[in-house]
């Protein structure tokens, strides 16, 4: 039983840090688990698709799934306890009445708005995960930025004191996210799936001197032409991802987006004023 053996570990001064995943793992999630065993002695490594997340099912019954080769992965990097659960021990009560969580205008803008639930069903998973885990660290990629902002209220809701780590996007040489999504690319929509690094350096490079509406206006227009169909391409205030169109330079901006290109839906975000 996990928690049992991780109550030993714990009982010897052991600490904890964790990092949930959804499998078909890639590098950027191998370089959380580097990060896991930077902050704390035992690494843990969840392996979940949860059904309670995904709005769209055949986007649930598509997602890639390589348990043998992630396990490979996870030993190489030295992870030191997978967590494996079925859906049917996670939700052992069933998916029907599960619990709501107040998330406030969060679950309203960007993937609220687009993956109606979305964040309900992460709320879920990750409560149940943080209660089975109980890390002193929670190992998260700001890739999903939203997400981290959304489980950050979700640990004071449920008052779990655990330590929120946010790590860097790995990247491909030509800057495309790293994500289990882009191994349903076909070659013609690898190709230019780039762009939307390239939309996201260049708000960057232009976001100190240009409106922001017009940036954002370019950036959708540039990746509509190339194939893209936007749902958003957004330049807010990265604390809490409203609008602020105040050319203060103090003021801490993030670009977001997301963007199908044929079926898959893809989505990435750049700090712009680091
Ligand atoms: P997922 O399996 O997609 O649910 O992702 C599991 C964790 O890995 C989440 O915290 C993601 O934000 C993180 N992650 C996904 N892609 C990357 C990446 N390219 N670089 C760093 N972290 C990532």
């Known amino acids: 039983m996990l928690s049992a053996y991780l109550d030993k570990l714990r009982s010897k001064g052991l600490t904890t840090s964790f990092v949930p995943t959804m499998g078909a793992l890639h590098r950027g999630h191998i370089s959380l688990i580097t990060q896991a065993k930077q902050i704390a002695p035992i690494s843990v490594c ?13 986007d649930y019954n598509k997602y890639p799934s390589r348990v043998a080769a992630d396990i490979k992965l996870l030993s190489d990097a030295g992870n030191d306890v997978l967590f494996l659960p079925s859906v049917a021990s996670v ?12 998330l406030g205008y969060l679950e309203t803008i960007f993937e609220g708005k ?49 330590k929120f780590v946010g790590c860097a996007t790995l990247r491909e040489p030509d800057g495309l996210a790293m994500s289990s999504r882009n191994l349903r690319l076909d070659d013609q929509q690898r190709a230019v799936a780039p762009a939307i690094f390239h939309a996201l350096f260049t708000a960057k490079q232009k976001v100190l001197t240009e409106s922001h509406a017009v ?9 509509n032409e190339n194939g893209f169909r936007v749902e958003y391409f957004s330049i807010v205030n990265s604390n809490n991802l409203l609008p602020d169109a105040s050319l203060d330079k103090s003021t801490p901006l993030v670009a977001l987006t997301a963007a199908y290109l044929g079926e898959v839906r893809l989505i990435d975000n750049m700090f712009l004023t680091d």
């Open 46 to 58: 969840s392996i979940f698709v949860n059904p309670t997340q995904f709005n769209d099912a055949s």
């Open 91 to 102: 939700y052992q009560e069933g998916m029907s009445d599960l619990e709501s969580y107040d």
């Open 114 to 162: 687009y993956r109606p639930g979305h964040f309900q069903g992460v709320c879920q998973v990750m409560s149940r995960l943080l209660k089975a885990v109980r890390p002193d660290f929670l190992v998260m990629g700001l890739k999903d930025y939203q997400q981290c902002l959304v489980v950050k209220q979700l640990m004071s809701i449920i008052r779990m004191d655990t």
């Open 215 to 223: 940036i954002e206006k370019q950036a959708m227009d540039e990746l």
